[in-house]
Structure formats: C-alpha cells, structure tokens
C-alpha cells in the first residue's frame, strides 16, 4: 500500500501563475517531508523541506504548506516560471532526518511561456 | 567537490549476467543508498547503509547485494539479471539525522538506467 501519494500525475500551469502540487501520506510516523525536483536524465534535487513540528516553511518562491490532521502537504510556487518544467516528488520519512525516503510517484509540472 | 557519481550511466545485459553498479561520495557522507525509480513510480528503496561495514535491507532489496568497505563507495551488485530489475538507479548520501553537522537531504547522483534482456 502507497504510504505517500500524489495524486495527480500530470499539472500545467500558465508563466507567473501559481502552482499547486499536492501529496498525501497515510503513515502517521512520518515526521519529515521534503520536496525534490527532477529533471529527465538526471538525478533529484532537493527543494525544500518541512519538519512535523512547523506548518509551513518558505525558501524564495518555493512555500510548502504542511496540515498533519488531514496527513496532506502541499507546495507552491509562485510565480511560476517555464524552468519549474519538471517532474516533483514528495518524499517523507520517520526519525527526523532525511534517512530511508518512502517517495511518491511524482507530479509533472510543465508552466507554459 | 562531485557530489555522488554513478558508473555507468547506460548499461545493457542479458537475462541471469551479473553486474555491479558503481556510486562513490566525496562529502564524507555517512549515510548511501539505493534506490531504483520504475515508469510512473516513485523512487524505491533498495539497500541503505549508516557507515563503513554496516548495510540494511530497504523496501525492494531481493535479487540485489550490496557491501561497503569505506565512506565513500557503495557498490550495488546484481547476482543474476532479470527482465524485472530493468529500471533507473539512483545513488544517493547524506549525512545521518545524529551527526551534528546534518543537513536536510540527500544528495542524488545522476543515475543509472540498465536494461535487462
């Protein structure tokens, strides 16, 4: 059974709109989620991160938004630019730390110019 | 400072050939792992080790062995290939959650996409 889910697999979004990606996780023990963005043929890049003890936390135009009673996270970005064109996973983990990652199966955002 | 690179990047075998996949850290990183990412999957745990002589089982570990002699190099061995270990690997290393100088994430290596026949 999926523990983390995103359940839109696809999301197109105009340049300087927002963007809302979403994820939800079934695991309660979950403490730690974090944001990556992959571009084809290369490896994830961390983009932001939350710990269970915050409900929110901002890096630049990235803001991920966590609500632990609905066991639901989202990300936004705003404005939105044609380089955000890629594919998102969420990923969670227990303990605090970004150790032993249980990833969704990613959202692909294109923003269109 | 490379990060984490992975050898090969494209690597083709037959059904029941054994290979090894190679990832190596310049950060001093204690904690690697494996994962491998299949068509509309999420990333999927494989093996994972906290430090030099200590490995564990992740999610999807069957049919895969992996040991780790020093910091900086996690192997991954197939024993014998199967169609169903076609996929993208990735690397990744962190610090662990105890080390005073932990960061937030892992950090990914550019992967390596093999193909079994």
């Known amino acids: 059974d999926q523990q983390v889910k995103q359940n839109s697999p696809s999301l197109s979004v105009q340049e300087g709109r927002i963007s809302i990606l979403n994820c939800d996780y079934t695991?309660?023990?979950?403490?730690?989620f974090l944001w990556y963005k992959k571009y084809p043929a290369e490896g994830p890049t961390f983009l932001i991160s939350?710990?269970?003890?915050?409900d929110k936390n901002e890096d630049g135009r990235f803001t991920v938004f966590l609500n632990k009673s609905a066991k639901h996270l989202s990300l936004h970005i705003v404005p939105s630019q044609p380089g955000d064109s890629a594919v998102y996973f969420c990923a969670a983990s227990e303990g605090g730390g970004s150790e032993k990652l249980v990833f969704g199966k990613g959202t692909k955002l294109t923003v269109n110019p | 400072n490379a990060g984490v690179t992975q050898t090969p990047k494209f690597q083709v075998l037959k059904t029941g050939q054994s290979m090894t996949l190679q990832c190596a850290q310049d950060?001093?990183?204690?904690?690697m792992s494996w994962y491998r990412q299949d068509p509309g999957m999420g990333l999927r745990l494989i093996h994972y080790s906290v430090g030099a002589g200590i490995t564990d089982q992740g999610e999807v570990p069957n049919g895969y062995n992996v040991s780790r002699s020093t910091t900086e190099d996690f192997p991954l061995r197939l024993l014998s290939a199967a169609p169903s270990q076609t996929s993208v690997y990735f690397c990744?290393?962190?610090?662990?959650?105890?080390?005073?100088?932990?960061?937030?994430?892992?950090?990914f290596g550019p992967g390596t996409r093999l193909t079994v026949l």
């Open positions: 990744a290393s962190s610090y662990t959650r105890k080390a005073p100088h932990a960061t937030d994430t892992q950090y």
């Open positions: 950060m001093n990183h204690e904690y």
């Open positions: 695991n309660s023990m979950f403490d730690y």
């Open positions: 939350i710990s269970s003890i915050k």
